[in-house]
């Protein structure tokens, strides 16, 4: 989706070591969503953010951190407490209406070694 | 809780076959139903939806309809082509910030 700008499309970090996930979004939403995807679970989800300054904990929050200072961006802090960090992020927006779908980033895949 | 299962892959299916994955969900209420469609590398794009039980939702080929009575939203298309090999994820959304996905069903199209 044009509107949603993740960066870096491919990380690498050695592990111990905290790494932030860029989301930066143009698409005037306000909710703002983290789901981490692995072969063959689906997306779960990490993170969300309803509204400027709140976010809420997902589903696997444990080693993750996030922020939401501004309307437009959702960093996500991958720390050294998560234990198998390794996978494709997936930064999404939208939804605050009842029917209306989520639009995705194209991902961040982080490698841990 | 709210949940999508969907068929397991992968699916492997020839050029211009007929292609059905099967997705049913558990709810409470009635939640709207998705199908998002992920290429290699790439995030989900929405495919189609369908908001309230009998509608059907349809794009590029593709339709599933929302059954209420047996709680499904089987993707179908008619005739696929390479190009849509794909993985394909069901999901649903009962209130404003929950969205439930299944598993993800990977469909490779030969030639």
């Known amino acids: 989706d044009g509107g949603i700008t993740q960066s870096p499309k491919y990380l690498f970090r050695k592990e111990g070591q905290n790494v932030t996930l860029s989301c930066e979004q143009n698409?005037?939403?306000?909710?703002m969503y983290w789901y981490r995807q692995d072969p063959g679970q689906g997306l779960r989800l990490i993170y969300y953010?309803?509204?400027?300054?709140?976010?809420q904990k997902g589903d696997i929050a444990e080693g993750y951190s996030v922020s939401r200072e501004k309307k437009e961006s959702f960093p996500l802090t991958v720390t050294s407490a998560q234990k198998n960090p390794t996978a494709f992020y997936l930064c999404?927006?939208?939804?605050?209406?009842?029917?209306?779908?989520?639009?995705f980033g194209n991902g961040t895949r982080l490698t841990v070694t | 809780g709210n949940s999508v299962t969907q068929m397991e892959g992968p699916v492997t299916l020839s050029e211009e076959a007929f292609l059905t994955i099967n997705c049913t969900y558990t709810?409470?209420?009635?939640?709207?139903l998705f199908w998002y469609v992920q290429y290699p590398g790439e995030g989900l794009q929405l495919l189609l939806k369908?908001?309230?039980?009998?509608d059907k939702g349809s794009n590029k080929g593709f339709e599933a309809t929302y059954r209420k009575e047996t709680t499904s939203f089987h993707l179908e298309k008619g005739s696929v082509q390479v190009s849509d090999s794909a993985v394909y994820f069901c999901?649903?959304?009962?209130?404003?910030?929950?969205?439930?996905f299944g598993a993800g069903t990977r469909l490779t199209v030969k030639p």
């Open positions: 999404a927006t939208g939804g605050e209406v009842g029917n209306s779908p989520l639009h």
């Open positions: 698409l005037n939403h306000d909710a």
């Open positions: 953010s309803q509204i400027v300054n709140d976010f």
């Open positions: 709810a409470t209420g009635y939640p709207s």
């Open positions: 369908a908001t309230k039980a009998d």
């Open positions: 999901a649903l959304k009962q209130n404003n910030n929950d969205m439930r």
